[in-house]
């Protein structure tokens, strides 16, 4: 286990100065000059290197390197979206849950953290290292608001510890009322925002039912950048009904030149199990959906069925390869199948999970993983609230949830599957695992895998998909199972 320092909450609370304020606000007499908005930060000196996988597979459970905080709320739910995420009147108005929320998230961490300090001992110990990544994702955390978000940080950094150099991440939809000011989220801890562009396609954009124009991607993208922010990523959909290579070109195009250090682009699902409008029970709980549980409504599910005669998987494939195109011609790495980065804001959060690093998580339908063991909790609001604020003096509880032990057949081909999404691949030693030998040996035969030569004077030969067999990769996948 790598050991790491803890930052002070007091260290947490004093980033470098940002730029001055007023001169943000003034509108710029000239373009930006995007060649100095694209250079990349210098990372402090002992970040460590990128999360990389284990192998033999890790079956033991071990204090997390990461934390997930899962922020149900949106202002209004997209048709295709599989997220726990409530909307409407939970998010804005006088019913809103999310005062309720932010003091049951405020309870979740203390208990999580208490049992993580049973486990291994307090945080910003070799047995503990403080967290190396946090990251707000949803739903939509950019409209809990800075304070707030301050206040979870704040919590985090004291009980879970947040090293140094720690990559803190927040979700954020592009439109004006959404992404909140990028020069507080600088302020309160943030160094990294991700952005739901989708496209920047008005067509595209009203099918999708989002709320944001194009042009809000980019003035995001801009004004994070201005702000400071470490590094930006704005997510791209392709095999979007009525999208054509050329539109989805013009997005990515449009993403680039706006400067953005990520890009991560996901063919867009549609729910193929249940546009038959069968509610399925909550994984947690086992309860029918209920209106407080972002399950999509049957108006979402028929959308769907009618969308998804608009998809294409050959057209799909041809934007695949157009975007490793454009982004490696444009100094993106696909570090993964479906993310591009500039060297040096690859998001060291998902490389855990691509690496099977432990990572907690807290919120309603989020999902953790210590080494061993995953853990997912209730995807309903209400049961998430209804264990963490008791009405009747109980004293609060986690919220329910259920889990499941990884048996070492499970570890082995979670190991082969999440390795191989990546660029790096898995050791080339990995090869020889006699349990996967079939499959491997039917990838590299198939021209899907490769073992690479390593780096000059190195020995660190590695295991990986190649160009083909990323394109294809389910097809390798289904053979570690
Ligand atoms: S904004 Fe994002 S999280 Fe919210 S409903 Fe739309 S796709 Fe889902």
Redesign the pocket.
């Known amino acids: 286990m790598r050991v790491r320092g803890i930052a002070s909450p007091a260290a947490r609370r004093e980033p470098t100065p940002p730029p001055d304020r007023a001169a943000l606000r003034e509108p710029p007499t000239r373009p930006p000059d995007r060649a100095a908005l694209r250079e990349s930060p210098i990372p402090p000196p002992d970040t460590p290197p990128l999360p990389e996988p284990t192998w033999p597979p890790r079956t033991t459970p071990g204090p997390p390197l990461g934390l997930y905080v899962h922020v149900p709320f949106?202002?209004?739910?997209?048709p295709?979206?599989d997220?726990a995420?409530v909307?409407g009147a939970a998010t804005r108005g006088p019913r809103n849950r999310i005062g309720a929320f932010l003091a049951a998230l405020e309870t979740e961490l203390r208990l999580r953290a208490d049992a993580l300090d049973e486990r291994f001992g307090p945080p910003g110990t070799p047995v503990r290292p403080a967290l190396e990544t946090c990251y707000l994702g949803?739903?939509?955390p950019s409209l809990l608001g800075p304070a707030a978000v301050e206040r979870i940080l704040r919590s985090i950094a004291d009980r879970f510890g947040l090293a140094p150099w720690a990559e803190v991440s927040l979700e954020a939809?592009p439109g004006p009322d959404e992404r909140g000011d990028p020069l507080a989220w600088r302020q309160v801890g943030v160094t990294r925002l991700s952005f739901?562009g989708q496209s920047l396609d008005p067509a595209e954009l009203r099918t999708l039912?989002?709320r944001h124009r194009p042009a809000d991607v980019v003035a995001a993208v801009e004004a994070a950048r201005r702000a400071g922010i470490g590094s930006v990523n704005v997510d791209l959909l392709y095999d979007v009904p009525g999208q054509t290579l050329a539109s989805f070109a013009a997005s990515l195009a449009a993403v680039i030149e706006a400067g953005a250090d990520h890009v991560s682009c996901y063919a867009l699902e549609l729910g193929v199990g249940e546009v038959d409008g069968a509610a399925s029970p909550d994984r947690a709980t086992g309860e029918a959906v209920t209106p407080d549980r972002s399950a999509p409504g049957r108006g979402a599910l028929v959308w769907r069925r009618r969308m998804r005669a608009g998809q294409d998987p050959d057209r799909a494939a041809a934007m695949y390869e157009l975007a490793a195109e454009r982004l490696a011609a444009a100094g993106y790495r696909g570090y993964e199948l479906s993310n591009w980065a500039r060297p040096g804001h690859e998001s060291r959060h998902n490389l855990l999970y691509w690496a099977r690093w432990p990572v907690e998580a807290v919120g309603p339908g989020a999902h953790a993983f210590d080494g061993a063991v995953r853990r997912w909790t209730t995807a309903s609001l209400e049961a998430y609230l209804a264990a963490l604020v008791p009405r009747d003096g109980r004293p609060p509880e986690p919220p329910p949830g259920g889990r499941e032990v990884l048996d070492p057949a499970t570890a082995r081909a979670e190991t082969w599957i999440l390795g191989l999404r990546t660029e790096r691949g898995l050791p080339a030693f990995a090869a020889e695992d006699a349990a996967a030998g079939e499959a491997v040996a039917w990838a590299m035969a198939a021209g899907l895998m490769e073992v690479t030569a390593g780096e000059p004077g190195t020995s660190d030969r590695r295991v990986r998909l190649t160009r083909r067999g990323r394109l294809l990769s389910n097809e390798v996948f289904v053979r570690f199972v």
């Open positions: 949106c202002v209004s739910r997209c295709y979206c997220f995420v909307a949803g739903g939509t939809n739901g039912g989002r």
